[in-house]
């Protein structure tokens, strides 16, 4: 049983206290097992700080958190950091003003019905998502970043990123496998976005049933008729989605204004 208090909320909204969450996780958890940062791994943190500093559409505060970590990344001269100045920086030690990540993981959409359950894998999802969309409706944010020449960034910085640094290795080896083959294909912001809902679906029925499965959120093909009718169709007695009612979806469910503060610190 999970010890936190029931957080009510409704499944078709984006909550930023699991945006807020996931980053708090990744960057004073999940980064916590590595002493230092040094070649491909600083690399692949530097790509993911700048990307989620360009795109990131929920509060200021972790915004400029974000830029602050990468202008300081990008401006130092190391070939290795360690890892506790990383963490000084993200508590902010130097007490920039307007900076700030609370030190605490609060799940609202990404809340298990127990412990152990759900939490930072959902939320890393949900973060991706987010950027992805936010990277169709802003194409330029990426410029000069290094960043602008890749036709899907958000999908090369999410594979390095898992590869490298995902506690969970059988997933990365999965999205990795299935990176391989596709994500060369994606030639747009629009196909960027339903590229990572596709593969998120092809994980949730390769999950459904399984032990990991949260019994409040059975893995199901996503969104359900429910969230989105327009994004079913049938053909000649077979589902099949309708792409451009599912993209338009997507838009929506994961743009900036369904983005809740609510239970935010
Ligand atoms: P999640 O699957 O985490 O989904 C989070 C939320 O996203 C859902 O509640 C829903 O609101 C929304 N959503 C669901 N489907 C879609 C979709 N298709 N498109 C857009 N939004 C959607 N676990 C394993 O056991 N094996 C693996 O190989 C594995 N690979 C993973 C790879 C990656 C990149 C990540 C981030 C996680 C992986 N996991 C894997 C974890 C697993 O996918 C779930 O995140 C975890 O089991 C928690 O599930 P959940 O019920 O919170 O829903």
């Known amino acids: ?9 409704s499944r078709s909204t984006v909550y930023s ?29 530097k790509d993911f700080v700048t990307l989620v500093s360009k795109l990131y559409p929920g509060r200021g505060s972790v915004v400029k958190l974000m830029e602050t970590l990468s202008d300081w990344l990008l ?3 190391l070939q290795r950091i360690p890892y506790q100045a990383v963490l000084d920086l993200v508590d902010n030690k130097m007490r920039i003003s307007g ?10 959409g990404c809340q298990g019905s127990r412990a152990g359950l759900r ?13 992805s969309v936010q990277h169709e409706a802003t194409p330029t944010a990426l410029e000069n970043t290094g960043l602008e020449s890749e036709a899907a960034p958000v999908l090369q910085v999410m594979r390095r990123y898992i590869r490298t640094f995902f506690g969970c290795e059988q997933c990365g080896r999965h999205f990795e496998q299935a990176a391989s083959l596709s994500v060369d294909a994606v030639r ?6 339903l590229w990572l809902w596709n593969q998120h679906n092809m994980v949730n029925e390769r999950l459904a049933g399984s032990l990991s499965d949260d019994p409040l959120f059975p893995k199901a093909a ?22 451009d009612n599912v993209l338009r979806f997507l838009r929506r469910h994961y743009g900036v204004s369904n983005l809740s503060p609510k239970y935010t610190l």
Do not use: M
Not at 99 to 108: C, D, S
Not at 188 to 193: A, C, P, R, S, Y
């Open 1 to 9: 049983q999970s010890t936190e208090p029931w957080r009510d909320f």
């Open 17 to 45: 206290a699991d945006l807020e969450s996931a980053l708090h996780y990744l960057l004073r958890v999940e980064l916590a097992t590595h002493n230092s940062l040094e070649g491909e791994e600083l690399k692949v943190f």
């Open 75 to 77: 401006s130092l001269p």
């Open 99 to 108: 900076v700030f990540l609370g030190a605490e993981l609060r799940w609202v």
């Open 119 to 131: 939490g930072y894998p959902c939320s890393l999802w949900t973060l991706f998502h987010v950027l």
């Open 188 to 193: 747009d912001g629009g196909q960027q976005v």
């Open 222 to 243: 996503w969104p359900s008729p429910v969230l989105c009718a327009s994004c079913h169709e049938e053909k000649d007695g077979v589902h099949v989605w309708n792409q």
